[in-house]
């Protein structure tokens, strides 16, 4: 088949601004938008009885799986066990028959996912594939297939399928909740709510942000090297941040999560090394402005990106503020995924690299 980059530069950029009418369509595989409901999960797996589960991937893949993480355990209260996909399949870690696994890929194809797939399965979990392509090994090897419906994403560094990837991750942590009997029907109705507002949310937020994010990537394309920083769901997504930022601008980029800032990483901080800080206005963010706040103390220069409410509660000098809506915390890793992906795409369009088809990496790992 045929894609085209219609009027975008890059089929990354395409596929960004693609998000709202993607994650819609994908959100409605999962739930009832009339009735307000997670639709019944009727495949092989029942969160409703597992005992934990395990979650293994490859890079983006993998830091989507980090947030699912966060939701299957505060929502459905199920242990998870998650690893990069490498690593996982040689770990040797104890699984029971009783627990499910999760592969997440966007390919349905990566080399040690499907290992880890194949590892778990002959130890008699029952296998879920949360992939995109459904004709693929990971999906023709599960026992329930959990589609991403992002549609085909041609540039390497992965946007839609993230946000895709995180709408499913997000109505199964609920629907595992209810079953669990740890969701009760107003907060599935609520959380639910707020998933199927999300795409306008997002279409807002593609279309205000735009400008400031590429004047921003200009000034961030001077420098060598960038440091993310988040707590909760902001600390996977402060890793995919820096995850986008290396693989298509270059830049060397590490994603820390904010509490750990003083065991490591603040012994680099000068006006040389921006730090970007992930913090919507939730239950961590005061704790995080403390992190902000050892950074600005050091002459560090700091990208806020929070929203309205966090930027009026915070009056640290910063290099650059970006103030998104308030948004609920089920749907904020999504939200705040945009100005993330845009600051990469812009800061590598600024130092002229090849966005689609960045160096040395390849859409799919098919090798170990
Ligand atoms: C490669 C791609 C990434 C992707 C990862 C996992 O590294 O460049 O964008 O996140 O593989 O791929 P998968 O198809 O399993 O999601």
């Given at each position: 088949f045929m894609v085209d980059k219609g009027n975008h530069r890059h089929f990354m950029e395409k596929e960004i601004y693609e998000q709202p009418e993607i994650i819609s369509h994908a959100l409605g595989n999962y739930i009832d938008f009339a009735a307000h409901t997670v639709k019944k999960n009727d495949t092989a797996i029942d969160f409703g009885k597992v005992s934990g589960l395990a979650i293994a991937a490859c890079g983006t893949a993998y830091l989507s799986g980090l947030i699912g993480k966060y939701w299957f355990e505060r929502y459905a209260r199920l242990p998870v066990e998650i690893d990069?996909?490498?690593?996982?399949?040689?770990?040797?870690?104890?699984?029971s028959p009783s627990q499910a696994a999760l592969f997440i890929s966007q390919s349905g194809e990566t080399a040690d996912t499907l290992a880890s797939l194949r590892y778990c399965k002959d130890l008699g979990l029952k296998i879920g594939a949360v992939v995109n392509v459904r004709e693929s090994t990971i999906a023709r090897e599960a026992d329930a297939i959990f589609p991403i419906l992002a549609g085909p994403e041609i540039g390497v560094a992965s946007t839609k399928a993230f946000t895709c990837q995180l709408a499913v991750l997000a109505a199964l942590a609920i629907g595992?909740?209810?079953?669990?009997?740890?969701?009760?029907?107003?907060?599935?109705k609520a959380m639910v709510k707020h998933l199927a507002e999300m795409p306008r949310i997002m279409s807002r937020v593609l279309n205000d942000i735009q400008p400031e994010i590429e004047g921003l990537s200009r000034e961030l394309s001077r420098f060598k090297d960038v440091l993310y920083l988040g707590r909760g769901t902001s600390f996977p997504l402060a890793m995919e941040g820096a995850l986008k930022l290396k693989e298509i601008s270059y830049i060397h980029a590490e994603g820390y999560a904010a509490g750990e800032l003083?065991?490591?990483p603040i012994a680099l901080i000068d006006e040389n090394m921006p730090v970007i800080v992930i913090a919507p206005h939730d239950r961590f963010f005061e704790k995080t402005v403390s992190n902000m706040q050892e950074v600005a103390a050091r002459g560090g220069r700091i990208i806020f990106i929070t929203d309205e409410k966090g930027a009026a509660a915070s009056k640290l000098p910063t290099?650059?503020?970006?103030?998104?809506?308030?948004?609920d915390e089920i749907i904020a890793p999504m939200i705040f995924s945009l100005p993330i992906q845009l600051l990469a795409y812009h800061t590598a369009v600024f130092m002229g690299t090849d966005v689609d088809q960045p160096r040395n990496l390849a859409k799919s790992v098919t090798v170990e």
């Open positions: 990069v996909a490498s690593e996982f399949r040689y770990r040797e870690l104890p699984l595992a909740g209810r079953a669990r009997g740890t969701v009760n029907a107003d907060d599935e003083k065991h490591g290099m650059a503020t970006i103030a998104l809506p308030n948004v």
